[in-house]
């Protein structure tokens, strides 16, 4: 541990020394004020969000890779570099971004891009490549970003509930899957979000990271290890789901909630952690080595300092004085920036919204809780519009004050699939007789199937004053928006047509554009410009 001087002299351990500690905790003092609104969100969604629960635990084993790498850093002499300097400034840019349109997700992350700066400029490149898996690991603790989150947990569900429904027809079971709904004759099992496999993807992908890092394989192995988690978790939530299956079709309903319901997927979660043992182990034995899995997963601790060694604190790099100015300047704008106010338009509760548009009449109708529960909105209109002609358009508006912290438009693109409707045709079609504010109205046009049901959707969104029908630029103007204007307020408007038998999509399509030119010009009073 010690280092030797040719005339083999033992030299003095390098330490931290009070001076460089008090540094530091100054540094690590001004990046909590500085961050304290986008971490102080993220420790509530820790606490609020099953599936981020795990976060706790991410900040203690970053610690501790950084304790182990102790006699690596004992050999490395701390230097200048400026380039931590430079990172710090830009993650202070990236947080006044944040802030000023209160979009946390930029904040959380601007914070590990300070973070690293300031740890470049305290150490250096060589010493920051030793604990730069370390800080790497820091990035798992961050939610990801709400309509990020929204669609991965979609897609999940999708496809769990495939896998599984495969399981149940696998072991004799006689049962039809229409999107996330399974049908078992007497009974129906809904796949909710909280049953998509996030509660178990992300610790097991953290925990799969850790694990990667200390499996002493070739590198090739350790990223595969690491990839493995994602498909062990959808296969081993897949098969939970057919097994809950099996149980409600033996003895009931009482099989899929309550105490069973947690304690599956406690012991679900634990089979997952069996699968990596049994990958790594499975390595091992392809690759020839005759290590058993103990020898393989070792983690090495370093040295315990002898009593009595003498200890020299390090020199603190002028980067690193640098470093803590930037931050104690930082500090001002934090506590002096007034917290923003978000704009709230006034908006015309959906209570008032007309029963007869043109020669459209129409009867509302309501969602249940569980959706209520899921989308988040602010307000909203269900109803079902016909004219003489009998034509029929369902109309659904969602209406959101504020799509800052975790509530957001959720695109029929996402949800559409989970009801278990399947999309024959998306694309944009323009509505030349359909005209605001000067322009021809755009639409995503989408023909949808459901065994023998067809119908024709027509969805745009429409934000603050902007219609879109991009997603992604819906989430650019959302971020735009919130900056230049401090609102975040939008909405979804969905047009549905059912496609009779023998009926050409050209009359639906007729119908759609009648009923959007219709209600067009009235919406601005519900849905602020």
């Known amino acids: 541990m010690n280092v030797r001087a040719d005339n083999n002299a033992i030299l003095p351990l390098p330490s931290i020394g009070k001076p460089l500690l008090a540094l530091a905790a100054v540094m690590a003092l001004c990046l909590g004020i500085i961050f304290y609104s986008g971490l102080s969100l993220m420790v509530q969604w820790w606490i609020d969000r099953e599936e981020y629960s795990y976060g706790w635990f991410v900040p203690p084993i970053a610690v501790f890779l950084v304790w182990q790498k102790r006699d690596a850093l004992h050999a490395i002499e701390f230097e200048e570099s400026w380039s931590g300097v430079t990172l710090i400034l830009l993650g202070l840019a990236t947080w006044l971004l944040g802030e000023l349109s209160a979009l946390y997700t930029i904040v959380q992350y601007a914070f590990l891009l300070t973070l690293a700066g300031a740890v470049l400029a305290t150490t250096g490149w060589r010493a920051f490549r030793a604990v730069g898996m370390a800080l790497f690991i820091l990035v798992l603790m961050i939610p990801l970003p709400d309509f990020v989150n929204f669609n991965l947990s979609q897609k999940l569900q999708l496809l769990s509930s495939e896998i599984g429904v495969g399981f149940m027809r696998l072991v004799g079971i006689s049962v039809y899957l229409e999107g996330n709904v399974i049908d078992l004759g007497d009974y129906k099992l809904q796949v909710a979000e909280a049953c998509s496999g996030l509660r178990y993807l992300f610790p097991l992908m953290t925990l799969g990271f850790v694990v990667a890092l200390f499996f002493r394989a070739p590198l090739w192995q350790r990223v595969l290890l690491f990839a493995s988690t994602a498909p062990i978790t959808v296969f081993m939530n897949s098969f939970r789901i057919g097994v809950v299956g099996v149980l409600v079709n033996e003895w009931g309903s009482g099989q899929a909630e309550g105490f069973m319901h947690y304690f599956e997927g406690w012991i679900i979660f634990m089979a997952c952690l069996a699968l990596l043992a049994v990958e790594m182990w499975l390595m091992l034995r392809l690759s020839g080595t005759r290590r058993n899995l103990r020898d393989a997963l070792a983690i090495e601790l370093p040295a315990r300092i002898p009593p009595g060694v003498s200890r020299a604190p390090r ?49 509302t109708d309501r969602l249940e809780k569980e959706y209520i529960d899921e989308l988040k909105f602010t307000d909203y209109e269900l109803a079902n519009y016909t004219r003489p002609s009998g034509d029929l358009i369902n109309l659904y508006i969602a209406y959101y004050e504020s799509q800052r912290k975790g509530q957001s438009v959720h695109s029929p693109r996402a949800c559409l699939p989970g009801g278990g409707w399947v999309m024959e045709k998306f694309e944009q079609h323009t509505l030349p007789d359909v005209v605001v504010g000067g322009r021809p109205l755009t639409v995503n046009r989408v023909l949808i199937t459901k065994g023998n049901e067809h119908q024709l959707v027509y969805y745009w969104f429409q934000q603050r004053g902007r219609l879109l029908t991009n997603e992604y630029l819906v989430k650019w103007f959302l971020f735009w928006d919130s900056l230049t204007r401090n609102r975040t307020d939008g909405s979804l408007v969905r047009l549905v047509a059912p496609l009779a038998p023998g009926v050409p999509e050209g009359h639906a399509d007729q119908a759609l554009t009648d009923f959007a030119r219709t209600l067009e010009p009235g919406l601005p009073r519900y849905l602020p410009d």
């Open 315 to 363: 020199p603190i790099p002028r980067s690193a004085w640098a470093a803590a100015g930037l931050l104690a300047l930082g500090v001002i704008p934090a506590l002096t920036i007034p917290d923003r106010v978000e704009a709230i338009p006034k908006h015309t509760d959906f209570a008032e919204f007309p029963a007869t548009l043109g020669n459209w009449s129409g009867r």
